[in-house]
Each structure stands twice: as C-alpha cells, then as structure tokens.
C-alpha cells in the first residue's frame, strides 16, 4: 500500500503517514526500523505493509517507494 509520509520523529523513530484517502495512520520505531530507512521527510510517498483492520490497524513497514 502507498502513502506520504506526514510527521517524523527522529528521535523516537515514530511518525504518521498518510494513506491517499488522507486518513492519517501512526507508525512506531520497529515499523520504521524494518524498512531500512535512516531519514524520513514529510511528503516522501512510501509503501507501507499493515497489519490489522479499522482501529486495531498498525504499520508493520515503513520504506521508500520506488518507481
């Protein structure tokens, strides 16, 4: 799944992004972690791999997404 990166913490390695129906969906440190990423700037498209449905969705992936 796609979406664009909407806040960032470096510190914590938490943020959320924000699926393209603009709901927006929070994503911890071991999310972040398991893509491979060291930086993440608002408005970067990612893809995502969730896991979950409604409230109990969580982001399982954060990574870049290329084309």
Do not use: H, K, W
Request: hydrophobic share 35%; net charge negative; no cysteine.
């Amino acid at each position: 799944m796609q979406a664009t990166a909407y806040t960032y913490d470096p510190e914590s390695r938490s943020g959320q992004v924000l699926l393209d129906d603009g709901t927006p969906v929070p994503f911890d440190a071991p999310a972040f972690d398991a893509g491979g990423l060291r930086l993440l700037r608002p408005g970067q498209r990612v893809r995502i791999e969730t896991r979950g449905e409604g409230e109990a969705r969580r982001i399982t992936l954060v990574t870049l997404q290329t084309f």
